[in-house]
């Protein structure tokens, strides 16, 4: 199994860790792999978002230095620095790490990787996030990596052929290097804020690992010894995003020590908020014009014209100019015809450094329009069956007690509060639609119709200490005290579940052993006997987790997977 020369106890352990594998091999279900391929595919989108968060960033700091080089320049040559050692990093890990690791596990070349059918294709993209670098990240479609599950090759990969090591190294490196970097540019005491810990911590100190049964690991084996090929790619891919953090927080240290923030930064332009842009006949249309961070305290010009979307094209009779007052200009149009309005202008400020007088254009445009009806929800676009969905209803001009409003499926009340309503609509439809009307000169004159759609309420999220997966302390689960079904940012918040039954199930020395049903969402005897007993490394399963909201229906929620830290 090892490389190495092992003493015959290493041997033992290493033969009662194969067996023991082999036994949680037979219970690891499809829904256990596919969740780590689901766990990295959010990993690469989290990684895909920063990476273009930080290209963004270089290139705000390349519009800085390109304007004041003398300034920027030994900030802007170590940020490039960064930057390249970041690549090197990153391009290690995917091309000598994650794609050689995927190869040998599957048993192919990288040229049949690349060659598969696209229906079927292991590799689901190798790409590069900004064709201006040299970035590559390869991102795997781990539900149809058939040797997802294996540990033997990825193991004999990273440990016995010593890679893992190299990367461990490979990480050591950065992070000093990132230090030192940062720290020669005035920044002390940088190595507190750096994450990247592999062997020792922060302050020098050695980080020693543990496994199951208490014995020390170094930081390779804790990660890459006997771990299946999909744990890998995302543990690697975690790496990657750690490295990725870590260069964003380097470069925007750097940045604040050119005072980027300040009027010549290139975010600066000129903003029109109106109070609306649909004003009845016979109204006035308001707006704002200001500076986006600005002095409130520096004075600035606004030249304007209605009717046009090019300022420099209107006539010079119908130009108007205006002055601000705490860094805000007030405009003021009379609503006296109907249909779309537009107007222009531009910013005239004077720049702090030059001393001349640089234009910022704007332009925007509102609508007049006769009276009409409004039907929004207050909540939501949609219905929910089973809940008392609030809805407003107006109309400009018109009382809301002359309004009358009928659904074409379901049931309308009106609310506490004058326009509002309370609507509930009937399951097994999938539309519904509100019409608002009232009299006019005796006749009734339909104001406008909407249709909504009908949707059930969504499931809660089981979980257990704000988690549904990943690691925790004994002591904290067992003061969790049981599940709770969570509705996340679901509008109606006092729309709740209840959990009625669950089962709790674990590997102990081999043995499945497992709870049986449970009732209600508390941990029983029997559950916190089981947590009790549990030791770290070892994983718990909480399964058929059966939940019952307020219509009375139960449905069945996410397992919850978790492991004793």
């Known amino acids: 199994m090892a490389g190495f020369k092992e003493t015959p106890r290493q041997k033992m352990i290493s033969m009662m860790y194969l067996v023991l594998t082999a036994l949680l091999a037979l219970n690891v279900s499809v829904d256990i792999l596919d969740a780590f391929a689901i766990v990295n595919d959010g990993l690469e989108v989290s990684n895909a978002s920063v990476e273009r968060k930080i290209e963004d960033y270089y290139r705000t700091f390349q519009q800085q230095y390109d304007r004041q080089q003398e300034k920027v320049a030994p900030y802007w040559e170590k940020a490039q620095d960064i930057r390249k050692h970041t690549d090197e990093i990153i391009n290690f890990i995917e091309k000598e790490i994650k794609l050689p690791l995927v190869l040998v596990t599957e048993g192919l070349t990288e040229e049949e990787m690349l060659n598969q059918d696209e229906g079927e294709a292991l590799l689901r993209n190798k790409n590069k996030i900004d064709p201006s670098n040299d970035r590559v990240f390869y991102e795997f479609d781990l539900k149809n990596v058939s040797a997802k599950d294996k540990y033997d090759a990825p193991t004999n990969f990273m440990i016995n052929e010593g890679n893992a090591t190299k990367l461990r190294e490979k990480i050591d490196a950065y992070r000093d290097y990132i230090i030192n970097t940062v720290q020669s540019a005035g920044i ?30 170094d930081w390779e084996n804790k990660n890459f010894y006997h771990v299946i090929l999909a744990a890998d790619i ?9 490295i990725q953090t870590t260069e964003f927080d380097a470069i925007s240290e750097l940045f604040k020590r050119i005072g980027a923030t300040d009027y010549k930064f290139n975010a600066l332009e000129a903003r029109v908020i109106p109070k609306t842009t649909y004003v009845l006949t016979g109204q006035d249309y308001e707006a704002d014009v200001f500076i986006a961070a600005s002095d409130t305290a520096r004075q600035f010009d606004v030249k304007y014209a209605k009717g046009v979307k090019d300022f420099y094209k209107a006539g010079q009779g119908s130009v108007k100019s205006a002055s601000s007052v705490g860094g805000v200009v007030k405009l003021k149009f009379p609503g006296t015809s109907v249909g779309i309005q537009e107007y222009a202008g531009v910013v005239e400020m004077i720049d702090p450094e030059t001393g001349e007088k640089v234009p910022y254009p704007f332009s925007s445009s509102f609508t007049v329009a006769p009276p009409s009806v409004t039907v929004a929800p207050t909540q939501m676009m949609i219905f929910y069956q089973g809940l008392q969905n609030p809805i407003s209803v107006s109309s400009p001009g018109i009382a809301n007690e002359q309004i009358d409003v009928a659904i074409s499926k379901g049931k309308i009340t009106k609310g506490k ?10 399951a097994g439809e999938k539309t519904t639609t509100v019409t608002a009307s009232t009299m006019i000169d005796g006749k009734r004159v339909v104001l406008g119709s909407y249709d909504f759609r009908i949707k059930r309420v969504p499931s809660p999220q089981a979980t257990i200490a704000g988690i549904s997966s990943g690691q925790i302390g004994r002591n904290e689960l067992q003061a969790a005290g049981g599940i709770i079904p969570d509705m996340g940012d679901f509008e109606f918040g006092d729309y709740q579940y209840n959990i009625v039954s669950y089962t709790l199930s674990t590997i102990v020395a081999g043995d499945y052993k497992t709870s049986g049903t449970i009732r209600g969402g508390r941990f029983n005897e029997e559950a916190l006997d089981i947590i009790s007993k549990s030791k770290r490394g070892q994983k718990l399963f909480f399964e058929s987790i059966q939940a019952k909201g307020p219509d009375g229906a139960t449905r069945t929620l996410n397992p919850i997977n978790i492991e004793i830290k």
Not at 206 to 215: C, F, G, L, Q, T
Not at 417 to 426: A, L
């Open 188 to 217: 002390i005491n940088y190595g507190s804020k750096v994450g990247l810990l592999t062997s020792h911590d922060a302050n020098g100190q050695e980080i020693i690992y543990y496994d199951a049964n208490d014995n020390k690991l």
């Open 417 to 426: 509060e004058s326009g509002t309503y309370m609507v509930e609509v009937p």
């Open 234 to 242: 995302a543990i690697l891919n975690k790496i990657i995003g750690e």
